[in-house]
């Protein structure tokens, strides 16, 4: 069965102070793995979708990165706007498009 | 990408009725899902709604409680049956894009 785990589960930052978010996975093959950007009463914004051990995607100040094994979101110099629920996801070769969501890791940015 | 909007936004309902969500898509897709977030938690997928046939229900989620129409490639419907508390959350429905599932803006059930 494929499992999603991620921590920690609440980050609180100083803006400015970068820090990494984890995302480990277990799934029979990997066709994907995604990050999500969720604000309080809102629905999933997508950022990334990674496909093999070793890409790498930037987007302003994140930037994930996948192994065989996890993934990490990395926040350089992270601003209050950043404030927001990051939510992993996988993607298995036999699951039918079914998405299996980790249970998130709240982040808070303090000026 | 897509986009995705969901009515109603929010609703507060008794204990024993039903709602209805409905969730429109601005492109034809083939895949489209409906999610359960209880509060504090993360997304629990309820089915695959198929279009032209009965929906894939997950487990733990039945078609009496939480039946759904997929009339054609852009709409679906999510009922909410004979509610209680615990059905208190946010519903999302999503769709399969090129490269990813892309996500409603949700609604927003309290149940009394």
């Known amino acids: 069965e494929d499992q999603v785990t991620q921590s920690p589960e609440a980050l609180r930052l100083q803006e400015g102070e970068s820090s990494s978010l984890n995302c480990s996975y277990t799934?029979?093959?990997?066709?994907?793995l995604f990050w999500y950007r969720q604000d309080p009463g809102k629905g999933p914004e997508f950022l990334f979708t990674?496909?093999?051990a070793g890409e790498e995607k930037e987007k302003e100040r994140l930037k994930a990165t996948l192994t065989k094994k996890e993934s990490f979101l990395h926040i350089t110099a992270p601003k209050p706007e950043d404030s927001a629920t990051y939510l992993c996801?996988?993607?298995?070769?036999?699951?039918?498009?079914?998405?299996?969501f980790g249970a998130g890791t709240q982040v808070v940015v303090t000026p | 990408s897509a986009v995705i909007s969901q009515k109603p936004s929010r609703d507060i309902c008794q204990r024993g009725t039903s709602l209805t969500i409905q969730c429109q898509v601005d492109?034809?897709?083939?895949?489209m899902f409906w999610y359960r977030q209880q509060p504090g938690q993360s997304l629990t997928l309820i089915a695959t709604?198929?279009?032209?046939?009965?929906?894939?229900?997950e487990s733990g989620f039945v078609i009496d409680k939480f039946p759904i129409s997929r009339p054609n490639l852009t709409f679906s419907t999510l009922t909410v049956s004979n509610m209680s508390p615990e059905d208190s959350s946010i519903y999302l429905c999503?769709?399969?894009?090129?490269?990813?599932?892309?996500f409603g803006p949700g609604t927003r059930l309290l149940v009394l």
């Open positions: 999503s769709v399969m894009g090129e490269e990813t599932q892309y």
């Open positions: 799934v029979s093959g990997l066709r994907g």
């Open positions: 990674l496909y093999s």
């Open positions: 996801a996988v993607l298995s070769t036999d699951s039918w498009g079914k998405f299996q």
């Open positions: 492109s034809q897709v083939t895949m």
């Open positions: 709604a198929n279009q032209g046939s009965e929906a894939t229900y």
